[in-house]
């Protein structure tokens, strides 16, 4: 028995099996029965009447599968079938907004993290402060003064105004964060 069928003009090969059929025919097929599950879902077709115009679909290509094989598949992917025609039924906002709700909430998680960082950060700016306010700091900046350190130190711990504005705009942010805490 011959495993070559002559059809309208063509040789057909009648053992193939779905797994045997080209990505783009199986590609064809699933987006037929797809069709076909929607038309089941939206018209109330029988099983078997959807099966049918998968199988028109199929047969008006030539493309020749097992019937059965075919009708398997159908029903094993009814599901993923469903599961997609529900997520298309989805307005897309609801998924930016999802996406909002999503960044805003990893936002605010870095957010809290980056307050609390800060809060216990405080110590250090007391410790800097209380240098500031010390007679070392003074003896420090005499010596800057007279050249005494390199002129390429970074000596911004040295400049009146540089700590001074830092510890102002320090207690401003403590206020505001003080008063989200309250």
Request: proline share 2%; glycine share 4%; aromatic share 10%.
């Amino acid at each position: 028995m011959s495993k070559h069928k002559m059809v309208d003009g063509k040789l057909l090969q009648m053992n193939k099996r779905y797994k045997n059929l080209k990505n783009r025919q199986k590609d064809k097929i699933a987006g037929w029965m797809y069709e076909a599950y929607k038309k089941q879902m939206s018209e109330g077709l029988s099983n078997d009447e959807a099966f049918a115009l998968v199988m028109d679909k199929i047969n008006e290509a030539q493309i020749w599968v097992p019937e059965y094989e075919v009708e398997q598949k159908y029903n094993s992917m009814k599901k993923r079938f469903k599961d997609r025609m529900a997520a298309e039924s989805i307005p897309q906002h609801i998924y930016q907004m999802e996406a909002i709700l999503d960044t805003a909430q990893l936002k605010m998680d870095a957010l809290e993290q980056r307050i609390a960082d800060y809060k216990e950060y405080q110590a250090k700016i007391q410790e800097l402060e209380s240098y500031y306010t010390s007679q070392q700091w003074k003896d420090d900046f005499a010596m800057d003064e007279e050249g005494k350190f390199p002129k390429k130190l970074k000596k911004g711990v040295l400049s009146e105004d540089g700590i001074y504005n830092m510890l102002e705009r320090n207690k401003e942010i403590m206020k505001i964060l003080d008063g989200f805490d309250s």
